[in-house]
C-alpha cells in the first residue's frame, strides 16, 4: 500500500466513532485501498495539537471545534477543514439522583421532555437562589462543543442564564459519572455511552437528550489536517468513501450487536458491549428502570447524516457569538462558512449515487415531518428537525438570528 | 508549576528544573482546586502531560479571565515548529504567561522534554527487563517439564525448546508458554 495512503486519525472514546472504528474494522478502509490507523486519545486537546503537528492527517472531533480552531480561537490552532460529518444527535443531559428527586418534586417526569424537564429545573434554580444555595453546577466536554451549545440553547430557552443562574465547567466526558456520584457536579451534558454510564452505575438520571432538544443536530465531525487534503486529495476523497460505507453498516439494525461488541473492544471505549445499546436502538434505559423510546437518539446514516451542512457550522458561530467566544463580524462568519466543505463531500462521494442534497445550507428546525428534499443520486428525506422551542435558524438570515438571542 | 498523575515522572521532572536553578516549583498530582491554586501561586509556566484528560478543563481555566488574572497562551511561540512538535513527540504540553520572554522559557520546555523523553525511555527499559524476567522464568518451568516427563539433561531441553521455536517462527518464551499449558491439560487429576 502506498505510502501516502496510509491514513492515521484520533478518536476520542465515544459511540460516535462508530464510523471510523467500523471503516477499519469491517474493512470498508482498507477495501478503499486505505491503510487506517485509529489512536485513541484522552481530550480534545491531544487531538487538535496531533493534527496541527501531523501526527493525526484526520480525527474524529466534536463539530465546533474546527471552527473555533480556524478561529484562532484555541491555543494551538492549525488549519482544518471538515469534509464531513461523523452522523447526528447521540448526546443527552444527566444529573445526580439527589437533584433528579429535587426535579421530580417540581414536576419532572421520566419522558425526557425538553419543556417539562427545563420546567422542573427552573423552579428549582429558583428555589435554589431565594433560599441562598450555591448555584447547580453542570459539566460539559469542551467550550467549543455541541453539548456547550444545546445545554446552553435549552437552559436559555427555559428561562434559566446559563451564565448567572448555574454554573459550567468542563470535565472529560469518561470522568462524568465519576464526578456526579462524588457530587462535584449536579448534571452534565455529554456523549454516549457516558450518560448510560451513570445509570447503569446507579449514580444519575437522564433528564433530556440531545434528539429532543435539537432533532437530527450535528454533533462529531472528520476533521482534517488542510495542508493533508490540498496534498492527498485521492487519499482523502478514498476515506470518505469508506465512512460512507461504514455509515451504512453502523446504520443497520441487524449490525447494532456487532457494533456494540467493536466499540467494546480494548483499543476502543473497553466498556461493555451493553453500554452501547441504548444509543444504537433508541432505547433509552433513564434510570431507576425506565425505558424511554426516542427517535433518532443516534443517526449514523439516514437523512444526510453525514453531509458537512454550512447551516451547521453557521448555528455554531451564532452561539459563539452569542455567549461572548468571539465577536461577530463578516469576516470571522466567512471563516464559520468556509470551514465546513461540502465541495470536497460531493467530489468523493457523488460518483457512488447515495442520497445527496443539492443545496449546501438549509434552513434549521423547519421540518416538522420528515419530508422528501432534491438530492442527487438516491432519494433523500430530511427532518423533522425542530428545536423544541420551535425557533428557526435561517443561514440566510444570521444577523437577526445573532440580535434575537442578545 | 507541574501537573502530573504519575508521581514517579513528576518527580523526575522537579528534579531536572531544580537542578537548573528553578526553585519556585510547585507540583500537583492531581487537579482538584487546580483553579484556586493557579490563582494563588499566579504561575508563569504551567507544564502537563498529554496522558492528563484534564487538559481541555485547564484550557477552558485559561479562557475565563476570571479564574486566571493573567492571559495564558500555549507553548513559547506558536511560530516555533520544532519546539511545538518536540513537546507533542514526548507527550508533554507547556501553558505560558503571555508576555513572557521566549529565552527564559524556552529553557523550562526544553528541560520538560527532555525530562518526559528520558522517563519515556526508563519506562520502556523497565517494561522490556520486566518482560525479559517472566520469559526467563517460563522457560525455567518449561525446561523443567522437558527434564522430568523426557528424562532430558538442561542442555538438551533448552536445544529442544529452540529448536521449536526456529521451526515454528516463535520465540521460545511462547514455546514455553504452550509447553507449560499443554502439560497443565495432559497432567494426571490430582486426588480430591
Redesign the interface.
Same mark, same amino acid.
Given at each position: 500500500m502506498a505510502a501516502d495512503r496510509q491514513i492515521t486519525a484520533g478518536i476520542m472514546p465515544l459511540l460516535d466513532s462508530a464510523l471510523l472504528v467500523a471503516a477499519k474494522e469491517k474493512g470498508f478502509a482498507s477495501g478503499e485501498g486505505i491503510d487506517l490507523a485509529l489512536v485513541r486519545e484522552?481530550?480534545?486537546?491531544?487531538i487538535r495539537?496531533?493534527l496541527?503537528?501531523g /501526527?493525526f492527517q484526520v480525527a474524529h472531533v466534536l463539530a465546533p471545534m474546527p471552527i473555533a480552531c480556524n478561529l484562532g480561537l484555541? =491555543?494551538?490552532?492549525a488549519r482544518t477543514v471538515v469534509p464531513m460529518a461523523l452522523g447526528l444527535g447521540g448526546n443527552a443531559v444527566t444529573v445526580s439522583n439527589v437533584l433528579w428527586e429535587d426535579l421530580v418534586g417540581n414536576g419532572a417526569k421520566a419522558d425526557l421532555d425538553p419543556r417539562t424537564a427545563g420546567a422542573a429545573l427552573k423552579s428549582v434554580v429558583t428555589g435554589r437562589a431565594t433560599r441562598g444555595d450555591g448555584p447547580l453546577r453542570f459539566a460539559v466536554? /469542551? =467550550?467549543y462543543s455541541g453539548h456547550n451549545y444545546e445545554l446552553r440553547y435549552w437552559l436559555a430557552a427555559c428561562g434559566i442564564d446559563p451564565t448567572r443562574d448555574v454554573e459550567i465547567?468542563?470535565? =472529560?466526558p =469518561?470522568?462524568m459519572a465519576d464526578a456526579l456520584a462524588a457530587g462535584t457536579i449536579d448534571g452534565y451534558c455529554a456523549g454516549e455511552p457516558w450518560n448510560t454510564a451513570s445509570v447503569v452505575l446507579g449514580v444519575g438520571h437522564i433528564l433530556t437528550v440531545k434528539a429532543a432538544i435539537w432533532r437530527s443536530s450535528p454533533e462529531k465531525v472528520l476533521s482534517a489536517d488542510a495542508r493533508w487534503a490540498e496534498a492527498q486529495p485521492e487519499a482523502l476523497a478514498a476515506l470518505l468513501r469508506a465512512l460512507c460505507k461504514s455509515a451504512q453498516w453502523c446504520a443497520a439494525p441487524a449490525n447494532r450487536e456487532e457494533l456494540a461488541g467493536l466499540l467494546s473492544g480494548p483499543a476502543y471505549l473497553q466498556k461493555p458491549a451493553a453500554w452501547m445499546m441504548p444509543a444504537l436502538s433508541g432505547q433509552i434505559e433513564t434510570g431507576g428502570a425506565q425505558t424511554t423510546r426516542v427517535e433518532d437518539f443516534f443517526i449514523p446514516f439516514a437523512k444526510a447524516a453525514t453531509f458537512p451542512w454550512k447551516s451547521h457550522a453557521l448555528w455554531f458561530y451564532s452561539q459563539m457569538v452569542r455567549w461572548g467566544q468571539v465577536a461577530h463580524n463578516a469576516a470571522n462568519e466567512a471563516v464559520a462558512r468556509e470551514t465546513y466543505r461540502p465541495d470536497l463531500y460531493r467530489a468523493a462521494l457523488g460518483p457512488m449515487g447515495i442520497a445527496m442534497p443539492v443545496a449546501n445550507a438549509k434552513v434549521e428546525g423547519a421540518l416538522t415531518a420528515e419530508t422528501p428534499v432534491g438530492s442527487a443520486g438516491a432519494s433523500l428525506s430530511l427532518g423533522p428537525d425542530g428545536f423544541f422551542d420551535g425557533e428557526i435558524f435561517d443561514p440566510d438570515r444570521l444577523d437577526d438570528y445573532i440580535a434575537r438571542q442578545r | 508549576m507541574v501537573i502530573d498523575e504519575n508521581r514517579l515522572r513528576a518527580s523526575v521532572i522537579e528534579a531536572g528544573l531544580r537542578d537548573a536553578g528553578y526553585d519556585k516549583l510547585t507540583i500537583l498530582q492531581d487537579v482538584t482546586g487546580v483553579a484556586r491554586r493557579i490563582a494563588e501561586l499566579e504561575p508563569d509556566v504551567i507544564v502537563i502531560s498529554?496522558?492528563?484528560?484534564?487538559?481541555?478543563?485547564l484550557?477552558?481555566l $485559561?479562557?475565563l479571565s476570571r479564574a486566571v488574572k493573567r492571559p495564558i497562551?500555549? $507553548?513559547v511561540d506558536?511560530a516555533d515548529?520544532a519546539s511545538?512538535?518536540a513537546a507533542?513527540?514526548a507527550g508533554v504540553?507547556a501553558?505560558v504567561v503571555d508576555g513572557l520572554k521566549q529565552e527564559r522559557v524556552k529553557p523550562i520546555l526544553d528541560m520538560a522534554i527532555s525530562r518526559f523523553n528520558a522517563f519515556s525511555r526508563m519506562a520502556r527499559e523497565l517494561e522490556e527487563a520486566r518482560t525479559e524476567l517472566e520469559s526467563r522464568k517460563l522457560i525455567d518451568r518449561a525446561k523443567g517439564i522437558l527434564m522430568k516427563t523426557r528424562g532430558l539433561s538442561e542442555e538438551t531441553a533448552y536445544a529442544l525448546l529452540r529448536k521449536t521455536a526456529m521451526n515454528q517462527n516463535r520465540k521460545i518464551s511462547e514455546i514455553a508458554q504452550s509447553l507449560i499449558t499443554a502439560a497443565g491439560l495432559l497432567a494426571p487429576p490430582e486426588d480430591e
Open positions: 484522552t481530550s480534545w486537546a491531544n495539537d496531533r496541527a503537528v /501526527h484555541t =491555543p494551538l490552532a466536554v /469542551h =467550550p465547567v468542563i470535565v =472529560p =469518561p470522568l | 498529554l496522558e492528563n484528560p484534564n487538559r481541555d478543563m484550557e477552558n $485559561f479562557q497562551a500555549m $507553548f506558536r515548529r511545538i512538535e507533542v513527540e504540553s501553558y
